[in-house]
């Protein structure tokens, strides 16, 4: 049974920045969504284990950047210029299927294994 383990998040007003860190280890993928109540899971940001290509959610491209720290089998999420509307649960996924150069997996139903969340809240 894989388990991820989160952390970070907090409280902080608009424009600020917090970073979210979570352990894993041997996936080939791992992102980040963010879920809002009453609202469906939504992507934020994945990373390709090997190799590190990046992929984004529009809301979030130039201000958030998924990186890894393959030493350590972590995944970071750092969030500026932060907004209310990013207020939410964000949770840590990871999967170990394979997927070609040309895709990467963006719904929740693709990942497999799941941290708590954390609760991100952006003050206006």
């Known amino acids: 049974q894989v388990q991820l383990a989160e952390s970070g998040g907090g409280l902080v007003q608009t424009g600020g920045s917090l970073r979210l860190s979570c352990a894993a280890s041997g996936h080939t993928f791992m992102g980040w969504f963010r879920q809002v109540p009453g609202k469906e899971r939504e992507f934020v940001a994945a990373i390709r284990w090997s190799g590190g290509s990046t992929y984004y959610a529009d809301s979030v491209k130039g201000r958030f950047t998924i990186s890894r720290d393959s030493a350590k089998n972590t995944v970071n999420l750092q969030m500026n210029s932060l907004k209310p509307e990013d207020t939410a649960v964000y949770y840590c996924?990871?999967?170990?299927?394979?997927?070609?150069?040309?895709?990467?997996?963006?719904?929740?139903?693709?990942?497999?294994?799941w941290g708590q969340g954390t609760q991100v809240t952006v003050s206006a």
């Open positions: 996924a990871a999967t170990y299927t394979y997927y070609s150069s040309n895709y990467y997996p963006k719904a929740p139903r693709e990942y497999f294994y």
